[in-house]
């Protein structure tokens, strides 16, 4: 797996463009990569409610929870799924629209300097091997064509006490194991 320089795309993913992003200030270097956790509708896996989210496509009649968030714009730039499939939204040169109202040390606004990756997942049931595999291969990509990037946080890292993902499901340890050289969790 790698990133096209061309692009800033991951070159053997599906994309799906989202609408949801916009350029990021001048010269802002890459960072950080920030882990999410999601499932659409809560606690269900599998369908396409993510992708029609992130595409501002959701039917709020489907579900209730989806009239809720109807008029949300987000994305991330990467999703993994439960079965390892993964989905690209935004080019990683662009910024996509996931941390929120955030902090990463004394910095804000973490989407303007980070890479948003969401695992297709909830706060309790644990994620899936092939998702840990996979999110080591898509980190080794970043790490390899953005040098800069050197840590990799969860939502609940940058935004305590507003976000808890990826939750107390998400193996740390197992993650660690899996990072390239320079790339270090918290």
């Known amino acids: 797996m790698n990133i096209d320089p061309a692009t800033h795309r991951l070159d053997s993913v599906r994309y799906v463009p989202s609408p949801n992003h916009d350029l990021r200030p001048r010269d802002e270097r890459l960072e950080l990569v920030v882990v999410h956790g999601i499932s659409l509708p809560p606690g269900e896996f599998g369908g396409t409610a993510i992708e029609r989210f992130f595409t501002n496509d959701l039917d709020p009649?489907?579900?209730?929870?989806?009239?809720?968030?109807?008029?949300?714009?987000?994305?991330?730039?990467?999703?993994?799924?439960?079965?390892?499939?993964?989905?690209?939204?935004?080019?990683?040169?662009?910024?996509?629209?996931?941390?929120?109202?955030?902090?990463?040390?004394?910095?804000?606004?973490?989407?303007?300097?980070?890479?948003?990756?969401?695992?297709?997942?909830?706060d309790t049931e644990p994620y899936t091997a092939v998702q840990y595999e996979v999110l080591g291969q898509v980190l080794a990509a970043i790490k390899h064509a953005y040098p800069t990037v050197h840590?990799?946080?969860?939502?609940?890292?940058?935004?305590p006490g507003r976000k808890i993902d990826p939750g107390p499901a998400f193996d740390w340890g197992h993650l660690a194991s899996r990072l390239p050289d320079g790339l270090a969790t918290a």
Do not use: K, M
Not at 77 to 98: C, E, K, L, M, N
Not at 151 to 159: F, P, W
């Open 61 to 122: 009649a489907e579900h209730p929870y989806f009239d809720e968030i109807r008029d949300l714009r987000v994305s991330a730039h990467v999703v993994i799924y439960r079965d390892g499939s993964v989905t690209q939204f935004v080019p990683f040169d662009r910024r996509a629209w996931h941390a929120g109202q955030s902090r990463y040390g004394e910095r804000t606004r973490c989407n303007d300097f980070s890479i948003g990756i969401e695992l297709e997942g909830t």
């Open 151 to 159: 840590a990799v946080r969860g939502h609940s890292d940058i935004a």
